[in-house]
T-cell receptor, first 114, second 109 residues
Framework: DTAVSQTPKYLVTQMGNDKSIKCEQNLGHDTMYWYKQDSKKFLKIMFSYNNKELIINETVPNRFSPKSPDKAHLNLHINSLELGDSAVYFCASSQNEQGASGYTFGSGTRLTVV | KNEVEQSPQNLTAQEGEFITINCSYSVGISALHWLQQHPGGGIVSLFMLSSGKKKHGRLIATINIQEKHSSLHITASHPRDSAVYIC???????????FGTGTSLTVIP
């Protein structure tokens, strides 16, 4: 039973489209994250939610909007997709916002914008 | 300059060798994390440290808070250890996370 599951695993879409990536964790963790890994493999945090409340919002275009309907879900919606949005997006969770017990990562969503 | 610097960037070792990957950081932290990313892309959290040393199997992670430095050691390395190892820190102010650029390790049989 997957602890942190992301869907879809691969997403190919045209510029200008709107798309969503879903993330669910069944670990009972309070905190969830979205990370972006660019073509150079550099990992950067985008958002963090603790108990459905936004606690980290890095400098990310406002075309990216996270939604947390409950603490087990953190979805990422992207409007007006651009070529530069192509990357691998990882969802993760931790017991609390201090990262207690480490992080559990999803398997990633490879987004390709054409 | 990144808040987290790792060295080396790339590392090739023979099976059985003892491996060390270094991480230095420039911010105050509440914890330091070592992550492993396999060629397939999945990321696994290996360690979370706030002081001292932790050991899990052949992996050992140490941290020196005063020197703002951490090391990840792999004893008796094996080809299955081939992966990218990423150091990350959570700061003690403002809920910031910083990642190193990773160390790509290849262990040759």
């Amino acid at each position: 039973d997957t602890a942190v599951s992301q869907t879809p695993k691969y997403l190919v879409t045209q510029m200008g489209n709107d798309k969503s990536i879903k993330c669910e964790q069944n670990l009972g963790h309070d905190t969830m994250y979205w990370y972006k890994q660019d073509s150079k493999k550099f990992l950067k945090i985008m958002f963090s939610y603790n108990n459905k409340e936004l606690i980290i919002n890095e400098t990310v275009p406002n075309r990216f909007s996270p939604k947390s309907p409950d603490k087990a879900h953190l979805n990422l919606h992207i409007n007006s997709l651009e070529l530069g949005d192509s990357a691998v997006y990882f969802c993760a969770s931790s017991q609390n916002e201090q990262g207690a017990s480490g992080y559990t990562f999803g398997s990633g969503t490879r987004l390709t914008v054409v | 300059k990144n808040e987290v610097e790792q060295s080396p960037q790339n590392l090739t070792a023979q099976e059985g060798e003892f491996i060390t990957i270094n991480c230095s950081y420039s911010v105050g932290i509440s914890a330091l994390h070592w992550l492993q990313q396999h060629p397939g892309g999945g990321i696994v959290s290996l360690f979370m440290l706030s002081s001292g040393k932790k050991k899990h199997g052949r992996l050992i992670a140490t941290i020196n808070i005063q020197e703002k430095h951490s090391s990840l050691h792999i004893t008796a390395s094996h080809p299955r250890d081939s992966a990218v190892y990423i150091c990350a820190v959570s700061s003690n102010t403002g809920n910031q996370f910083y990642f190193g650029t990773g160390t790509s390790l290849t262990v040759i049989p």
